[in-house]
C-alpha cells in the first residue's frame, strides 16, 4: 500500500498505536518488532481489541482485510508521520541537548501553548518511534509543535529530520552524555550537531545560548539566530536566587522582570531564558510567558523538590551523566543548609571513560563537606572511596530507612538504570 493511501486511512483513523496493551476502539495498530519482541504476532490480537486496521510487515495467513502489509512496519510509521508533517506550514521548533533538554522542551511548551494551540512529545518519547509518534498526534488546529530529539549516537538526529523537517532548533547544551556510543565528547557535538547542519542547509532558525562559545562555532553558518544567555543575547538574564527555588531576572523584559520558578537548581536558569526567548521570538505576550513558567512543576523525578517529614529531598534522579551530576553536586554544596547527604547512583553509556569519569565525581564529592554520602551501583565498585557504598537503590533503601534524618536535606541522583527514586518507596 503507498504511503497516500495509507494516509487516507490514518485521517478516517487518526490514532496510532504500537503497544496492544494500550490500543483503543478505532486505533491504527504498528506491529513494530525488535531484538526481544516481534508485534507481527499481535496483529490478529490487536484487531480483536478494537483496531481499525494493522499494519505488518510478515505476511498474513488468514489474508485478514484489515491487516496490511508493508515492506518495513517501522520505516513506513516514518514515512506516514514524514506524510502528516507535510500537511503543515507552522514552526516546528526540535530540542536536543544533553543534560535539560525534557525540562527546556516542557518549559517551551508551556509558554506556548499560554497562546497558541501548540502539541508537543510526551514524556521523553523522543527516539526513532516517539518521535513520529509526536508528529502524527498533531491535530489540523496546531499553531506549533515543539519536538524533542534523544540520541546516543551520530547520524540519529540527521535521522529524525529527514522527517520531522523542523522549521526552528534549540540546542540546550553538549555534555559527557552517552559517551559510549558517540565516541567521545567531540562526538557528542557532531552527533547534537546534526540540528544545526539540517537548519543551516534549510535556511532555518535556531535559539542559541551564546554562553556556550562551543555552540557559537557550532552556529557558524547559520543565518537566522535569537540569542539568550546571560550577557550580550537578544534575551539576557541573571540568576536572582535558588534557595531551593530558582528565582530569574529578565533585563529589559516589561511584564517579566522576575521569575519565580518552581524548579530546583540554578542549573535551569538556561532552560528558563530559552523558554523566554521562544515565548517572545513569537509573540507570546510577556504577562502569559511569566504565568507559563510560573506555575510549571518538575515531575517524573526530574529536579522534583520532597518536603518528607522534617527532611527536604532533591529528587533527581530521571537520568545522570558527567555534565549534569557535576552541576547537581556543586549547587547542592552552594545550598545553605544544615544538614547534607549525597546518594548518588552510577552513570551509564560512559564506555571506555566510565571508571574515570566516576572517579572524576568522587573527587568532586571530596571537595566539599557532607553529612553523609551514599554511592549506588556500577563503576562506584570500581573507585577508590570511603564512603558508603551499596549494590542497588533497593540495598539503599534499607540503609535510607533506618538513619532517622530529621532536618536534612538529601540529593538523590543517578542514570534512569539505576532507578534511585526507590529509595524513597
Not at 176 to 200: P, T, W
Not at 378 to 386: E, R
Amino acid at each position: 500500500m503507498r504511503i497516500e493511501e495509507l494516509y487516507q486511512l490514518y485521517l478516517q483513523h487518526p490514532s496510532v498505536q504500537t503497544d496492544t496493551r494500550k490500543l483503543k476502539n478505532g486505533d491504527l495498530f504498528f506491529a513494530l518488532k525488535g531484538d526481544n519482541f516481534n508485534g507481527n504476532k499481535f496483529a490478529l490480537q490487536a484487531l480483536e481489541k478494537g483496531a481499525a486496521y494493522a499494519i505488518v510487515d510478515e505476511a498474513d495467513e488468514n489474508n485478514n482485510e484489515r491487516i496490511i502489509l508493508v515492506d518495513d512496519v517501522l520505516s513506513t510509521l516514518q514515512q506516514l508521520a514524514k506524510h502528516h508533517r507535510l500537511q503543515f506550514s507552522i514552526p516546528f521548533l526540535a530540542i536536543t541537548g544533553s543534560n535539560g533538554k525534557t525540562t527546556t522542551k516542557e518549559l517551551i511548551h508551556a509558554v506556548l501553548s499560554s497562546h497558541f494551540r501548540t502539541y508537543t512529545t510526551e514524556g521523553n518519547l523522543n527516539n526513532h518511534i516517539g518521535i513520529p509518534l509526536t508528529l502524527l498526534k498533531v491535530k489540523a488546529d496546531a499553531e506549533m509543535a515543539v519536538v524533542e530529539m534523544g540520541a546516543n549516537h551520530q547520524k540519529e538526529i540527521a535521522g529524525y529530520c529527514t522527517y520531522t523537517l523542523p522549521t526552528h532548533g534549540l540546542i540546550n547544551n553538549v555534555g559527557k552524555a552517552h559517551l559510549e556510543g558517540f565516541g567521545g565528547i567531540e562526538g557528542v557535538k557532531k552527533g547534537k550537531g546534526e540540528l544545526y547542519d539540517f537548519l543551516r542547509e534549510t535556511h532555518g532558525s535556531i535559539f542559541i545560548n551564546t554562553d556556550f562559545g562551543y555552540l557559537v562555532d557550532m552556529s557558524k553558518g547559520i543565518e537566522k539566530q535569537i540569542s539568550y544567555g546571560t550577557d550580550g543575547a537578544t534575551t539576557t538574564g541573571a540568576l536572582v536566587s535558588s534557595e531551593p527555588f530558582l528565582i530569574v531576572k529578565i533585563e529589559q523584559q516589561p511584564g517579566i522582570e522576575l521569575i519565580n520558578t518552581q524548579l530546583v537548581g540554578d542549573y535551569n536558569l538556561p532552560n528558563v531564558l530559552a523558554a523566554v526567548a521562544v515565548g517572545l521570538h513569537f509573540g507570546v505576550p510577556s504577562e502569559k510567558i511569566k504565568t507559563a513558567i510560573e506555575e510549571y512543576h518538575p515531575s517524573n523525578s526530574r529536579s522534583q523538590l520532597i518536603e518528607l517529614n522534617s527532611n527536604t529531598i532533591i529528587l533527581d534522579a530521571y537520568n545522570a551523566n558527567p555534565s549534569s551530576m557535576k552541576l547537581a553536586i556543586e549547587n547542592f554544596a552552594r545550598l545553605a543548609a544544615p544538614k547534607k547527604v549525597l546518594m548518588l547512583g552510577a552513570m551509564a553509556e560512559l564506555g571506555d571513560e566510565s571508571e574515570a569519569e566516576h572517579l572524576n565525581i568522587i573527587d568532586l564529592i571530596n571537595q566539599y563537606q557532607w553529612d553523609k554520602v551514599v554511592l549506588v551501583g556500577g563503576d562506584f565498585a570500581k573507585t577508590p572511596h570511603l564512603f558508603e557504598f551499596f549494590n542497588s537503590s533497593s540495598e539503599a533503601r534499607e540503609w535510607f530507612k533506618n538513619q532517622h534524618f530529621t532536618n536534612t536535606h538529601l540529593l538523590i541522583k543517578g542514570s534512569r538504570s539505576m532507578k534511585m527514586e526507590e529509595i524513597l518507596g
